[in-house]
């Protein structure tokens, strides 16, 4: 793997065609792994010692790129990237059936905390399925709601999702330097919301709350431009997203869907090091319940990525949130553990 990204410092050839990042990084290293003629052998009286040592070879394995979304599908941590985790082919697995990947995450969200943890497996290295599970304890909000004389009943939010995603273009398509571009429908529910309303007689559905599930459509384009930063590979990213969802859908969904842009520029400066930034615009489903219901922020996200190894990668992240429900999260920090198989 290492040897994959550090061809990507050299002087690569033209590359062909490749369908995904996996597909680039391996066509790159190919590209470069023979530009060196081996040497001419001082004697060739010991046929035997070199029979006897066999030449190592490379793993192939790509390096485990993209990570996982809190919403359980590849890309950064809060926004998807068209290419696809562990498309490729892997020794153990049918042809048609790749490797699957999981992922643990922990956001700090300033009064709240949220567990996510996610599962991906593609299959036919065109399409992938994705599920994750978020768990969000509502600290402060739990609290201001008692102060207010109420009470919610539940401490914590359970949001499930499950997404099919599928590879529409190819990256380079037609020989032209075109993004991949990959489709995705997203359902989503979310298992305490309706019973918090109630609990709440009725005050998320007086300003805008409809359902506890909910679809997300997105269509996302990625791009690789190899050496365009000091010799070293970049990642463009730019998507739409058509959702019903009030902060993901912890908070339940309304019932019209509004569109957003989301986009994230992510830089590998070292072979086992990724920087990021992500941005996801957001919309206000609801209308505001003063002191416990505030509009709906923009999010940030830069995040630092070590690759260990063809498998495990492990992701810090600083992000500003803004208003989440009660309170601000423009201080969110968080750690992901990712591993493929």
């Known amino acids: ?4 990204l550090a061809a990507l410092g050299g002087d690569a050839k033209a590359a062909p065609p490749s369908t995904n990042l996996l597909d680039s990084l391996a066509v790159l290293a190919s590209a470069t792994g023979d530009d060196n003629p081996a040497a001419e ?3 060739a009286t010991d046929t035997a010692a070199c029979h006897e ?15 996982h979304c809190v919403e359980g599908y590849s890309g950064g941590l809060i926004t998807p990237m068209a290419y696809l985790c562990n498309a490729e082919e892997r020794d153990g697995c049918p042809d048609w059936l790749g490797a699957p990947s999981v992922a643990y995450t922990f956001l700090n969200l300033g009064s709240k905390k949220m567990h996510v943890f996610s599962v991906t497996q593609p299959f036919l290295k065109r399409f992938e399925f994705g599920y994750a599970y978020n768990n969000l304890d509502t600290g402060s909000l739990y609290r201001d709601v008692r102060k207010a004389g109420l009470n919610m009943g539940e401490r914590h939010v359970g949001l499930h999702h499950f997404n099919l995603r599928g590879m529409l273009l190819d990256e380079n398509s037609f020989d032209l330097p075109l993004p991949a571009l990959t489709a995705g429908i997203h359902f989503k529910y979310n298992d305490a919301i309706d019973d918090i309303d109630q609990n709440l007689g009725g005050a998320l559905s007086s300003i805008g709350y409809d359902d506890d599930f909910a679809v997300d459509y997105t269509l996302t384009a990625t791009k690789m431009f190899p050496k365009l930063a000091l010799g070293r590979p970049v990642l463009l990213t730019g998507g739409l997203r058509l959702s019903k969802a009030a902060q993901l859908g912890l908070l339940g ?5 509004k569109a957003s842009f989301e986009g994230s520029v992510a830089y590998l400066p070292l072979d086992q090091l990724c920087l990021a930034y992500e941005y996801r615009m957001k919309q206000d489903p609801y209308n505001e319940l003063p002191g416990l219901v505030e509009n709906e922020d923009d999010w940030h996200a830069f995040s630092a990525s070590w690759i260990f190894d063809d498998h495990l990668t492990v992701t810090g992240v600083f992000g500003t949130f803004g208003n989440i429900a009660n309170a601000t999260a423009d201080c969110v920090v968080g750690l992901q553990l990712k591993y493929e198989f």
Do not use: W
């Open 41 to 43: 052998p001082e004697a």
């Open 53 to 67: 040592e066999a030449p190592k070879k490379s793993t192939g394995a790509p390096p485990p790129l993209p990570f």
């Open 1 to 4: 793997m290492l040897a994959v």
């Open 253 to 257: 969904f309304g019932n019209k869907c």
